[in-house]
């Protein structure tokens, strides 16, 4: 059984900085291609950024480009989402999910998923 553990949300100023991360345990993590959802109270999940096995040719949402970053440490089986620049738009719960296949924007492909962390950014 995979599992997902995400840590690193709290409360910033907008402007500020947050770095999460999702420890995997269970299969061979660098199997996975992982991926970052968020969602916000009566939303759908949203994508937000996604990495492949490797670390290389990751995707990010239009609307984080340019200030989040994702990495991953097959070694530690750790993937890591920085966040910089943030905006209360920001706000919401982040998840960390995993997939066995290529990378994919859509929910629907990541098979396992963490318990998600609150991420709020105030104005």
């Known amino acids: 059984q995979v599992q997902l553990v995400e840590s690193g949300g709290g409360l910033v100023q907008a402007g500020g900085s947050l770095r999460l991360s999702c420890a995997v345990s269970?299969?061979?993590?660098?199997?996975?291609?992982m991926g970052w959802f968020r969602q916000t109270p009566g939303k759908e999940r949203e994508f937000v950024v996604a990495?492949?096995?490797?670390?290389?040719?990751?995707e990010y949402a239009d609307s984080v480009k340019g200030r989040f970053t994702i990495s991953r440490d097959n070694a530690k089986n750790t993937v890591y989402l920085q966040m910089d620049s943030l905006k209360p738009e920001d706000t919401a719960v982040y998840y960390c999910?995993?997939?066995?296949?290529?990378?994919?924007?859509?929910?629907?492909?990541?098979?396992?998923w963490g318990q998600g962390t609150q991420v709020t950014v105030s104005s």
């Open positions: 999910a995993a997939t066995g296949s290529l990378i994919s924007k859509t929910e629907t492909s990541y098979q396992y």
């Open positions: 269970g299969r061979t993590f660098s199997t996975y291609t």
């Open positions: 990495i492949s096995r490797s670390g290389g040719w990751p």
